[in-house]
T-cell receptor, first 111, second 113 residues
Framework: QKEVEQDPGPLSVPEGAIVSLNCTYS??????FMWYRQYSRKGPELLMY????GNKEDGRFTAQVDKSSKYISLFIRDSQPSDSATYLC???????????FGKGTMLLVSP | EAQVTQNPRYLITVTGKKLTVTCSQN?????MSWYRQDPGLGLRQIYY???????DKGDVPEGYKVSRKEKRNFPLILESPSPNQTSLYFC????????????FGPGTRLLVL
């Protein structure tokens, strides 16, 4: 079983829809959970990060972590065409450790 | 402006011809990493460095070398490139205090013929 699983998509939605992106993981030592956004031909950029379980909201974006289920989600409200990108989840253990990335989900928001 | 720069951005080369991809960051970050990104495989870490003169292997280090002689620079060296190293390469950096926030460079697209 791979350490981090993420559906590659593509996920196509109309403008204004609520989008749900998800990752599951197997390593119970993961403590930090990140979402990166990657536009075509660009490097990934950090969108949100959460420590341990719980929710975090930033504008139209909400990140949720359920450590008991080893499941994390990113919700995008009122999705815009400019949200069209690949979204990568990433996780790490406490202290210095390397990031483990999901393979990314491609999101397409049509006008 | 805080940034990670990579050069070159695009490179076409032939099998066996040594090449170096440079990476530089201006944020005084301790940690730097190299990743490759391939369709269906996602981002995979090649090497990382926790500080000057401290480097370690990531998930896919075969065929690559790195060095960290200065804090700001972390070059990736392919001594004898092969076609299976055709990929999109990213350099990233982060601070020791805030290691979950990695700043990525713009990427280097490499084609080995």
């Amino acid at each position: 079983q791979k350490e981090v699983e993420q559906d590659p998509g593509p996920l196509s939605v109309p403008e204004g829809a609520i989008v749900s992106l998800n990752c599951t993981y197997s390593n119970s030592a993961f403590q930090y959970f990140m979402w990166y956004r990657q536009y075509s031909r660009k490097g990934p950029e950090l969108l949100m990060y959460t420590y341990s379980s719980g929710n975090k909201e930033d504008g139209r974006f909400t990140a949720q972590v359920d450590k008991s289920s080893k499941y994390i989600s990113l919700f995008i409200r009122d999705s815009q065409p400019s949200d069209s990108a690949t979204y990568l989840c990433a996780m790490k253990e406490s202290g210095y450790s390397t990031l483990t990335f999901g393979k990314g989900t491609m999101l397409l928001v049509s006008p | 402006e805080a940034q990670v720069t990579q050069n070159p951005r695009y490179l076409i080369t032939v099998t066996g011809k040594k090449l170096t991809v440079t990476c530089s960051q201006n944020m005084n970050h301790e940690y730097m990493s190299w990743y490759r990104q391939d369709p269906g495989l996602g981002l995979r870490q090649i090497y990382y460095s926790m500080n000057v003169e401290v480097t370690d292997k990531g998930d896919v280090p075969e065929g690559y070398k790195v060095s960290r002689k200065e804090k700001r620079n972390f070059p990736l060296i392919l001594e004898s490139p092969s076609p299976n190293q055709t990929s999109l390469y990213f350099c990233a950096s982060s601070s020791r205090v805030n290691g979950e926030t990695q700043y990525f460079g713009p990427g280097t697209r490499l084609l080995v013929l």
